[in-house]
């Protein structure tokens, strides 16, 4: 199918904003004068891009490896995210900080090169992080940036790293022997269940004090395991809400993404077909101009033309008068 080039499109978009438009502008009107309409059209509708979007731009087009490098290491951070991988996220994490520090340094150096870049106290860098970090959570943004043909910075507020708190998993196995542990009394030693009775009347005061204290300390830990249990569950359930708002809030920004490029590709139409009814009216008020200055030349000469022939049907008249006056004379001399 036919259109602009890669390269076309890619020496537009390394062009710096302010000079944009102009740019995009003279390569449409050469694709017309080639004959090119679909290239035209399609030229038409790209858009000028932010400062921090044309830094981001500049740097996927004149350093594509660093982006491929990015663009790979947020696929397998999406990917431990979804597989809940705790200590492969951290180690990712940390990649990633580190990948983002060093491109947002390029990008600077990119713009120092740059003629026409802002200053380096007014480069919107904070954008351009924003939207690498953002490139690690969106796949969509992550193409976009490694195209080199992003429009506005991006963000992602919700990703990142989901503290998760230690739990023990506690089965009802171990609580069976957890209860089924025989208790021992410090220097004692455990009777056989028929000989309970004699026990008790032989066991001292002091020795009863000390089994209800061990019976006590057995049913506080049994209180604690069925409270962390519960907690547990408790946490579990929290951890389901919040993993169903989570898909319910990124199928939201998908679709809103959606709806926003649908709009944009909208607009751009509108603004191509703007700026052509914009060309066609400039050239029907030159012509409209032209018509004018055509119309008050003809009047101009057409007041001459009747000028001219009232003096000429006056020299006529009074031709005549002379004439008639000269006859009148020769018929009373005869």
């Known amino acids: 199918m036919p259109g602009p080039s890669t390269e076309l499109v890619q020496q537009l978009y390394r062009t710096p ?30 858009r000028r891009p ?9 740097l996927a087009i004149r350093r594509p490896e660093l982006v491929a490098d990015l663009v790979q290491l947020a696929d397998a951070l999406r990917t431990a995210q979804r597989e809940l991988r705790g200590p492969r ?7 990633r900080r580190a990948v983002v520090g060093a491109l947002v340094v390029e990008v600077r150096k990119l713009a ?4 026409e870049a ?13 939207t690498l970090n953002a490139a690690f959570s969106d796949a969509e943004v992550a193409e976009q940036v490694r195209a080199g043909r992003l ?6 507020a919700g990703f990142g790293e989901v503290p998760r708190p230690q739990l023990r998993l506690i089965t009802g196995d171990e609580e069976e022997q957890e209860e089924e542990r025989p208790a021992r ?16 009347r032989t066991t001292s005061r002091t020795d009863r004090a000390a089994e209800r204290a061990e019976q006590a300390e057995r ?6 395991r069925a409270e962390r249990a519960r907690r547990r569950r408790a946490l579990d359930r929290e951890l389901g809400r919040a993993q169903a708002d989570q898909e319910r809030v990124e199928a939201e920004l998908t679709e809103a993404t959606a709806q926003e490029q649908d709009g944009v590709a909208v607009l751009d139409g509108i603004e191509a077909e703007l700026a052509e009814l914009e060309r066609r009216r400039a050239v029907a008020e030159q012509d409209l101009s032209r018509a004018k200055l055509a119309r008050r030349a003809a009047e101009r000469a057409v007041t001459s033309a009747r000028r001219r022939a009232g003096e000429v049907e006056a020299a006529i008249e009074a031709l005549a008068a002379e004439e008639g006056d000269a006859d009148a004379g020769v018929g009373a001399a005869d």
């Open 17 to 46: 904003p302010d000079r944009f438009v102009a740019a995009r502008d003279a390569a449409v009107a050469e694709a017309r004068r080639a004959g090119d309409a679909t290239t035209a059209r399609q030229l038409a509708r790209l």
């Open 219 to 224: 049913a506080a830990q049994r209180a604690a």
């Open 151 to 156: 429009l506005r910075a991006a963000s992602y």
């Open 89 to 95: 996220l951290r180690e990712l994490s940390a990649q």
């Open 50 to 58: 932010t400062v921090a979007a044309w830094l981001v731009n500049l």
């Open 118 to 130: 802002p200053p380096a106290g007014r480069l919107p860098l904070a954008e351009v992080e924003a």
């Open 185 to 200: 009394r410090p220097g004692t030693q455990r009777e056989r269940p028929e000989a309970a009775s004699r026990t008790d």
């Open 112 to 115: 120092a090169a740059e003629p």
